[in-house]
């Protein structure tokens, strides 16, 4: 008895050893500032959440539709992270991903490790699942999802030696339910199992019966549990709505999944594929089921496909260790070498992976990324006139910047907006219609990107009163703006746009006035913008006129 005790504790130190690699690649992985376009407006609706002491149950934030019904199924997360926020700001927020990703990570390992005793090949595949599931490692409330799913497949593998493991899966629903809808993923999982241990009980009886017996009621019981939440068994809905109402908007995550923008995932499937086929004279139904469903789910939505990672990895890592343990030791050791060398090759992508936000290492908000933060900062200090106009992608951001001084025109909360508005605006849209567009919803300023500021052709009936190398704002001409405009526009130094040439000092000295103030109005002055302030001086030196005041 006392060698079987001492055995256990060796394997629990290598396991635990084995293990610390996988928490700095999950720390590494997560450690980068929050930079995800949601995560401001999940932040907002918190803090407004808890002023108020209940959920917002309209468009609250836009001036376009504010009566319009808003679904939200991930007011809990919401909660915390403003809870966060008070307490540590962006800080405390990202540190919740970074615990989270780490906590994901446990959870898989964990798995493998209970059911075969090969601790290195179980941290290489962690490591690789990690490094593909990157892209989604943001903070935003699927990273709950990622950690409960990983829960529910331990929990179901646990239930095989506990009678009562089962039960801690209806309270884990229930919590679930609050926070993100992705736990369908969760429901169709263990549906997947339960089908499978039947027809593994009908030609294995001595293989997972007592699972089947223990998880049943439990399982059931989740589905209610998993609609107690103010939008009930909607929620379970949301994951798939393009689906439904068909793309409203290009967002990235709900597209397939192509081989050239996730090769780890197909590979990873056909890697799975090859080890059931190669078990398929003794099929483990309620494996080869889950691994199907969720491949089918990571095909059809690329935001489905770390929940196929969490399921593949481990069945790769039980099938792989028993095949390693049949063989001599050096071909083990050969086979584990390769798969941490493939765990590394990963890593080094996944690290440079070329995502469409670049992501910086560091805890905190990157304001100097692709945020407009400048040109909120303008919209604040001026006061300018509201019924604001904006692109889809900053919305979250400025929510959290300006509300409840301005509403947002659009943002990131797709069901909180009729579907033919964001049909209309975000795919009928073009430059030309946005004189129609701004006269439609009576709009005063304007936050558009610099590149689109030329297409718009000669801009008579809006003066331009912030620009930097990313965004533009302009303000709409009216006798209730002039004012304002006399003060703010730039009608020397614009984008795109080379300054007249006229040298005498008057007009110099103008140029150099609105150099200065775009200069300092910009988050990061610009080196170019300095070195032609400094040029301007000394014309006006040169010809005797007092120098510009700083």
């Known amino acids: 008895m006392n060698g079987g005790r001492s055995a256990h504790l060796a394997a629990a130190r290598w396991n635990a050893l084995y293990f610390l690699p996988v928490v700095a690649v999950a720390f590494l992985l997560s450690f980068t500032l929050t930079c995800d376009p949601d995560v401001p407006w999940h932040l907002k609706t918190g803090q407004v959440i808890l002023e108020r002491g209940a959920l917002l149950r309209t468009n609250t934030f836009a001036s376009t539709w504010p009566d319009h019904p808003w679904p939200n199924p991930e007011w809990l997360f919401q909660v915390l992270i403003a809870a966060l926020h008070r307490a540590g700001g962006f800080v405390a927020i990202g540190a919740l991903k970074v615990l989270l990703t780490i906590g994901v990570a446990g959870a898989l390992y964990a798995r493998m490790t209970r059911r075969a005793r090969n601790p290195g090949l179980a ?47 209806p309270p884990l629903f229930a919590i679930w339910s609050n926070i993100h809808p992705e736990l369908i993923f969760g429901l169709l999982a263990l ?24 998880l049943l009621v439990p399982a059931v019981l989740c589905l209610p549990a998993a609609c107690l939440n103010p939008e009930g068994y909607h929620a379970l809905l949301f994951p798939f709505l393009h689906t439904f109402i068909g793309p409203i908007v290009t967002v990235t995550e709900y597209v397939t999944t192509s081989p050239l923008d996730m090769p780890a995932f197909w ?77 590394a090759a990963m890593l080094c992508w996944a690290l440079g992976y070329d995502r469409l936000i670049p992501y910086r290492w560091g805890l905190g908000l990157d304001e100097s990324s692709w945020y407009p933060a400048a040109a909120a900062t303008a919209i604040e200090r001026h006061g300018l006139p509201g019924r604001l106009f904006n692109l889809y992608g900053v919305g979250g951001y400025l929510i959290y910047r300006l509300y409840p001084r301005f509403g947002v025109f659009q943002d990131g909360r797709l ?32 936050l558009i990107p610099r590149e689109a500021l030329a297409p718009l052709g000669p801009v008579t009936d809006w003066g331009l009163v912030f620009w930097d190398d990313r965004y533009c704002v302009l303000v709409r001409r009216s006798p209730e703006n002039a004012a304002l405009l006399s003060k703010l526009e730039y009608r020397i130094f614009r984008p795109g746009i080379a300054p007249p040439a006229r040298e005498d000092p008057q007009s110099l000295a103008a140029l150099a006035a609105e150099m200065d103030r775009n200069q300092a109005e910009r988050r990061e002055p610009s080196p170019d913008i300095a070195l032609g302030i400094e040029r301007l001086r000394e014309k006006i030196r040169s010809r005797g006129t007092p120098a510009v005041p700083r």
């Open 267 to 343: 590979i990873l499937a056909l890697a799975t594929a090859a080890t059931l086929w190669r078990a398929r004279r003794t099929p483990v139904w309620s494996e080869l089921f889950l691994a199907a469903g969720m491949a089918l789910l990571g095909a059809l939505y690329l935001r489905a496909t770390p929940y196929f990672f969490l399921v593949a990895t481990p069945l790769l890592h039980r099938h792989a260790a028993a095949f390693t343990a049949a063989r001599p030791r050096p071909v083990a050791q050969r086979l584990g070498a390769a798969a941490m060398l493939a765990a």
């Open 123 to 169: 941290a290489a595949l962690s490591v690789l699942a990690l490094g593909a599931m990157q892209f989604r490692l943001t903070e935003r409330p699927h990273l709950f999802s990622y950690l409960f799913f990983a829960l529910t497949l331990l929990i179901a593998e646990r239930t095989r030696e506990s009678r009562w493991a089962a039960w801690l899966l």
């Open 415 to 446: 069901q909180a907006y009729p579907q033919d508005f964001m049909a209309r605006i975000n795919h009928d849209l073009h430059y030309q219609d946005w004189p129609r567009i701004v006269e439609q919803y009576r709009v005063n300023t304007l």
């Open 191 to 214: 549906g997947a199992m339960l089908v499978g241990d039947a027809i593994d009980r009908r030609f294995a009886p001595a293989g997972s019966s007592s699972r089947q017996a223990r």
